[in-house]
């Protein structure tokens, strides 16, 4: 069949071939830097936020362990007044993150670690605001007994639940580099081509 075509007519059909050819590999070539393109998203503008606001609460919630101890130890009338305040700033700051992660949690795993992070900071916040209670009212002997009592375990739980969820995320953007490498490998191969 080419044995009869002009050769104009060959090189046209081969030079179409050849187009064709580049025309499939572009297209497979953008479509894996789109697959890469939307799990570097997912990281950053997903995973990697979520990451940051869990430490962030954990951070705050060992800052104000410390806060409260700090109130409990004290004698200095005037110290209390300043640590009570960066509680309050703290506890502030965590409700606007844990609002935060709500907003941000669409997946049902996620939305589970964030149910049980916000049910153990309710234990928490219950166990650290009685003992805040006894500083403040001057009753440190009996602050220092709850505090030091076997309710100190639940900031364990909180810090554990919280810690999950780090390793959640953590888990899923390592999928997630898992998934785009070979994307990634495949669609550098192909620009490189000479």
Not at 63 to 79: G, K, W, Y
Not at 100 to 125: C, D, H, V
Not at 164 to 172: C, D, G, I, K
């Amino acid at each position: 069949m080419f044995k009869n075509l002009k050769i104009g007519i060959r090189l046209v059909l081969d030079f179409g071939a050849v187009l064709a050819l580049l025309a499939v590999i572009s297209v497979m070539g953008i479509m894996q830097m789109a697959g890469l393109h939307d799990g570097i998203v997912s990281v950053v503008d997903g995973r990697f936020p979520k990451v940051s606001l869990v430490r962030e609460i954990a951070f705050e919630g060992m800052d104000n362990a410390r806060l409260v101890r700090n109130i409990v130890m004290l004698t200095d009338e005037d110290q209390p007044a300043s640590y009570k305040a960066k509680y309050a700033e703290n506890l502030a700051a965590i409700d606007e993150q844990f609002k935060e992660l709500e907003r941000m949690n669409t997946l049902p795993k996620a939305k589970e670690l964030l149910k049980a992070a916000t049910e153990a900071r309710g234990s928490y916040l219950a166990y650290t605001d009685e003992v805040l209670a006894l500083a403040l009212a001057e009753k440190k002997q009996d602050a220092v007994k709850i505090l030091f009592s076997e309710k100190h375990k639940i900031q364990d739980v909180y810090l554990g639940a919280l810690e999950t969820m780090v390793a959640f995320e953590v888990e899923a953007m390592k999928d997630t580099g898992k998934e785009v490498a070979p994307w990634g490998a495949l669609g550098t191969a192909q620009i490189r081509r000479p």
